[in-house]
């Protein structure tokens, strides 16, 4: 366990080092913003969805190796903007998890976040802000019966700010989160989960201005084992 713990700490010193000299904290090889593997547009939604629904159908009636476990979950982090730099966001989530099967889960949580923006000519009024969201995630393991498994998770739902977030874009967004990560079990079956990548607010172009927000960053989630 340590050695992945100190794996992680090298890995997130690296990932400040980098960010401090491009403004930004870096994207994933391969999960750019610009491309269909990252959930930032409506066609990758309709895909990530359309998986979770297969991979559920899947379980439900042709493997049938269902685990059905529920758990409580909780997670927090935060994220930077991606490109510039100037914003950076804060989330943290509760929720229920229901583990499908070794190999796929989905959840649903309740999600809050809080911003700062450092954009140039804002007045201060506009460089805090908070907001409240409701999510649903959908996570698909490598190795889900071993005791420590890659893992890549999709996340979405809505979100609604008190202030507009950008601050030129709309109080109404949709919340996507894309993410890489390991998940380690505890011997009490709950679970602690490490994860990276891109997080993205976009109201679609369904009403107002949408500048969107991308931003890069990381996650610490905890499952609990319902009894």
């Known amino acids: 366990m340590k050695k992945y713990i100190l794996f992680t700490l090298l890995l997130l010193v690296a990932f400040n080092t980098n960010s401090q000299s491009k403004n930004d904290w870096p994207h994933i090889p391969g999960f750019d913003p610009t491309l269909h593997t990252t959930l930032t547009n409506r066609s990758t939604l309709i895909g990530v969805l359309g ?65 700062q923006d450092k954009t140039p000519l804002i007045n201060g009024n506009q460089k805090f802000g908070l907001g409240v969201g409701l999510m649903t995630y959908y996570r698909w393991y490598l190795f889900g019966k071993k005791k420590i498994s890659p893992f890549i998770e999709y996340g979405t739902g809505i979100f609604t700010g008190f202030k507009k977030f950008p ?42 201005s949408n500048p969107a927000y991308n931003g890069n960053g990381f996650s610490i989630g905890y499952s609990l084992k319902m009894k």
């Open 51 to 115: 998986l979770a629904a297969l991979s559920y159908s899947l379980e439900e009636f042709v493997f049938k190796n269902h685990e059905n476990i529920n758990f409580y979950s909780a997670r927090a982090g935060m994220n930077n903007e991606y490109a510039f730099g100037l914003k950076n966001v804060w989330h943290q989530n509760i929720g229920i998890e229901h583990r499908v099967a070794s190999w796929f889960s989905v959840s649903a949580e309740f999600n809050i976040q809080e911003w």
């Open 167 to 208: 601050y030129n874009g709309t109080n109404f967004t949709f919340n996507n989160s894309t993410l890489l990560g390991l998940e380690y079990t505890l011997i009490n079956n709950s679970k602690i989960r490490l994860s990276y990548g891109n997080f993205n607010q976009t109201n679609y172009n369904l009403s107002g």
